[in-house]
């Protein structure tokens, strides 16, 4: 696979610079394979991944309602999109890092703290995909769900949620991309567990060999769900697409 090849080409390359330089600081391969072992077994990798996940879960469902209601609401009305629209754009412009800092300020720790933080990063890309597959969508299948005088649950279930299917899962991928980088961010300044409260603790301990062996393992988790999981759902969703075409 071109995507293996290339991890391949990338370890490689890291492990040759890890030889080449004689530092501590860039840990080679092995060492980096040691600290990631060693979290595994202890217990530590799987419960924090858990506490990080358990909470990207929560902001994104959050952000996934929120968005999928506002981003029909801008597709269809051009008073709305442009009401709502500031307020998105300002969202996709703000920092991570500015959002995850506010939350812990006003929140503290508390799970309310790292579930806004995920729906706020979240959010904002997933609401203009909406609004933008809403606008392509032909309006003629609005024009026959007013005809047959749908109720809004059957015409979001059968009318709009299939024919934005590729918008959504686009935006699914930019927001969740989006959680976990602010999800880390909370995780070290203002909560006690998680992947990002562990990454910050290697730090501290000049762990150069902990941090990566926290971000590989962080890595394989995202993998998992993107290959295991996003385009699984994805291929089953667009699979009427494919069979209407044939």
């Not at 600081?25 to 600290?35: E, F, K, M, W, Y």
């Not at 999109?81 to 500015?98: D, M």
């Not at 026959?144 to 109720?151: G, K, P, T």
């Not at 290959?227 to 044939?246: N, S």
């Amino acid at each position: 696979m071109p995507a293996l090849l290339l991890v391949g080409l990338l370890a490689a390359g890291w492990q040759l610079m890890a030889d080449a330089s004689g530092s501590a600081l860039i840990p080679g391969l092995g060492d980096v394979a040691r600290n990631l072992v060693d979290i595994a077994a202890s217990g530590a990798l799987w419960d924090n991944v858990r506490v990080t996940l358990t909470r990207v879960a929560l902001g994104f469902a959050a952000a996934f309602v929120v968005s999928v209601a506002a981003g029909i609401a801008m597709g269809r009305s051009e008073w709305l999109r442009r009401f709502l629209e500031p307020a998105v754009l300002i969202g996709l412009a703000t920092p991570g890092l500015v959002k995850a800092l506010l939350c812990v300020i006003w929140f503290g720790v508390s799970l309310l703290n790292p579930i806004l933080t995920v729906a706020l990063a979240a959010a904002p890309a997933l609401t203009i995909n909406v609004a933008q597959g809403v606008r392509s969508v032909d309006p003629a299948l609005g024009e026959m769900a007013h005809v047959y005088r749908l109720d809004a649950w059957t015409r979001l279930r059968y009318v709009w949620l299939p024919a934005i299917v590729p918008d959504l899962f686009t935006g699914a991928r930019l927001g969740i991309a989006m959680a976990w980088k602010v999800i880390v961010l909370v995780e070290i300044f203002g909560l006690a567990d998680g992947v990002g409260y562990q990454l910050n603790l290697e730090f501290s301990q000049h762990n150069v060999a902990g941090v990566l062996a926290w971000t590989v393992a962080f890595a394989l988790v995202m993998a998992a769900i993107e290959y295991g999981l996003l385009q699984t759902l994805e291929r089953r969703a667009v699979r009427w697409r494919r069979v209407a075409l044939r």
